[in-house]
T-cell receptor, first 113, second 113 residues
Framework: QQQVKQSPQSLIVQKGGISIINCAYE??????FPWYQQFPGKGPALLIA?????SEKKEGRFTISFNKSAKQFSLHIMDSQPGDSATYFC????????????FGEGTQLTVNP | DGGITQSPKYLFRKEGQNVTLSCEQN?????MYWYRQDPGQGLRLIYY???????QKGDIAEGYSVSREKKESFPLTVTSAQKNPTAFYLC????????????FGSGTRLTVV
């Protein structure tokens, strides 16, 4: 019930294209869904997050789409740039897990110039 | 500037030795976490602490130990009982229960030689 499944494991996109990463969760008590971006040799950094009272949140070129009934959420990167090449992690948290986040397995994104 | 400091950045350990990884935060966060990152396996929780002088095992606590004597500090000891300690170790902190945004340190890469 605590798992978060992320796909794909790796993704290659051309510059200017749309990158889409998907996550699915099982625990209906989760109420916070962040995405983290990690560059090689660095710690992950919070990119964008959503709560289940909205179906979409946009910040610049990054958008989270959330489907509560399907228990799925996704990250869309519009106009992908080579500088977006990184590993992306989805995560989920909720009151029943205290302050803990459960992370997906990560997606390695490569944006070719 | 507030943040999390992990040290050292690189650490080499001989088999059979214990080593301690440092994690210090000046964000006034109550909760702190240790994650292990291996290629293709995402972030796996080792230990976490939601308050000073209290901590709980995560999903892969065997072979590790922690202490939380000060709010700012959450050191991780990798003991000789950890059979495969070579990995990238990440420390994180958050405000506490009900608030899920994590701030990560820049990591320590441990290699057994």
């Amino acid at each position: 019930q605590q798992q978060v499944k992320q796909s794909p494991q790796s993704l290659i996109v051309q510059k200017g294209g749309i990158s889409i990463i998907n996550c699915a969760y099982e625990n209906t008590a989760f109420d916070y869904f962040p995405w983290y971006q990690q560059f090689p040799g660095k710690g992950p950094a919070l990119l964008i997050a959503i709560r289940p009272d909205v179906s979409e949140k946009k910040e610049g070129r990054f958008t989270i789409s959330f489907n509560k009934s399907a228990k799925q959420f996704s990250l869309h990167i519009m106009d992908s740039q080579p500088g977006d090449s990184a590993t992306y992690f989805c995560a989920a948290g909720g009151q029943t897990s205290g302050s803990r986040l459960t992370f997906g397995e990560g997606t390695q994104l490569t944006v070719n110039p | 500037d507030g943040g999390i400091t992990q040290s050292p950045k690189y650490l080499f350990r001989k088999e059979g030795q214990n080593v301690t990884l440092s994690c210090e935060q000046n964000l006034n966060h109550d909760a702190m976490y240790w994650y292990r990152q291996d290629p293709g396996q995402g972030l796996r929780l080792i230990y976490y602490s939601q308050i000073v002088n209290d901590f709980q095992k995560g999903d892969i606590a065997e072979g590790y130990s922690v202490s939380r004597e000060k709010k700012e500090s959450f050191p991780l000891t990798v003991t000789s009982a950890q059979k495969n300690p070579t990995a990238f170790y990440l420390c994180a902190s958050s405000i506490g229960s009900g608030h899920y945004g994590y701030t990560f340190g820049s990591g320590t890469r441990l290699t057994v030689v």
